[in-house]
C-alpha cells in the first residue's frame, strides 16, 4: 500500500475514501512529484503545476459534492482530484480519452494531469484517482442551464454544438475499431499532435443488428421496471416506441468513432473562460458498452438533456410548460445547426447520421427510467415528462 500520512490506500473495495481535509489528496500530489513504489504507477498526461514552496501554507481542500459515484476534493483552488469509491479496473476509458484527447490537442476539458493505479494482489491493474485541473467558477450543467431555460435564453446551444463538435473531430482520430491502440504510458508525457484517422465504417448488417438489439433491450428494462402510472402509460405506448426505434435496424454501415458515451449536459462545465467537456467514465446504465459507435448516440443524449433541464425547470422553477417546450425546441435545433456547420467546416460531414438521431433519443429516455428505477427514484419524471410532452404534441 501507498502510504499518505496516517491513511493507506489500497486496491481493496473496502477502503475508505479520501475526504476533503484529511490531508490524503494533499499527499497525493506531493507524491507525484516523483514516481510512485510499485505495486502503484503513476500516468502522466500534461505536465503537473508546482505546488506550494516550503515557504507557503500548505493548499486547502474541498470537496465537491455533484458528483454521486465517486468523490472529487478540490486542493488550493488548483487541483481536482477524483478518488474511486471502488477502484475500476483497466482498461477504463478515461485515462484512454485522456491520452489521446491530450495527444489530439483538445483543450475544452479540465486540463488532464495523472492518473493512480495500482496492482493488487490478483494482479489487476486497478484505478484509484484521477488528478485533473480545477476550472475556475465552474458550474454545473444541471445548475447553469436550468439558468437558461428559466430566462428562456437559447444563445450557448450553438456554442454547444460547436464543442461536441469539435469533441468528436478530435475522438475521430482514435484509431479505428479494431486496431491497437497505444496506450497511456505510466510516467510519460504523450507528444502533442495526432494525426487523422477516418472513421471506422461497420456492416451495415451488423451495426444494424447491434443497435436494434440494445435499443430494444432498453425499451424492454424499461418496461419492467416502470410501475404506477408511468408503468401503465409506457406499455401503452409500448408499440408507439418500437415504432420510433425502428429505423436503427436499418442503419447503413455508416461512420462510427470512439464516443464520449455520457454525454449530457451534466458534463459540460460552464466555467469562467467558457465550456468544458468532463468525465469520460462512460454511460453508468450501459455494462461493457462498445466504444465505438456513430456520433449521432453522443448527439441524441445532449440534445434529450436539453428536454431534461426543460423538465427541471417546470419542477423547480415554475417555467409553464409551453415556454419550456419551446426553449427546448430552440435549444436542440441551434445545438443541431451548430453542429453540422462545425462539421462542413472541417471537411467531415459524414461523421454524423441524422437519422439515427430520433431512434437514439427515444432509447436514452428509457435508460434514463433504467437508471431512475436503479439509482435515483426522483428522476423519473423528467424522462416520463419528455415522452408524454413529445407524444402529446404529436396527438391530432
Known sequence: MLSLGENPVTDREDTAVPRAGDGVTSALLAALRSDPPPPFSLYR??????????????????????DQTNHSVVVGERFVVKWMAVPAPLPHPTLVAFAHLTEAGFEHTAPPYAALTVVGSSGAERLLALVTGYLPEA???WEWCVDEAEAGRTAF??????????LHLALATFPPAGAQAPPASPAVTPPTSAPATPPTSAPASVLGSALADRAERALEEALELTDGEDGTWLREHADALRARLEPLADAVGGATIRIHGDLHVGQILQWRDGYAV??????PTVAQAEPYQPAARDVAQLTTSLEHVAQVAIRRRGTAPSAAATWAATAREGLLSAYRERLRAEGRPELL????IGPFEIEQECRELIYSARHLPRWRYAPMGVLRTRFTEETP
Open 353 to 356: 447520421d441524422e437519422r439515427l
Open 278 to 283: 468532463i468525465d469520460f467514465d462512460g454511460n
Open 45 to 66: 498526461y500534461l505536465p503537473l503545476p508546482d505546488g506550494p514552496g516550503p515557504e507557503e501554507p500548505a493548499w486547502e481542500e474541498r470537496g465537491i459534492d455533484v
Open 139 to 141: 458550474r454545473d450543467g
Open 157 to 166: 446551444a450553438s456554442t454547444l454544438g460547436r464543442l461536441a463538435a469539435d
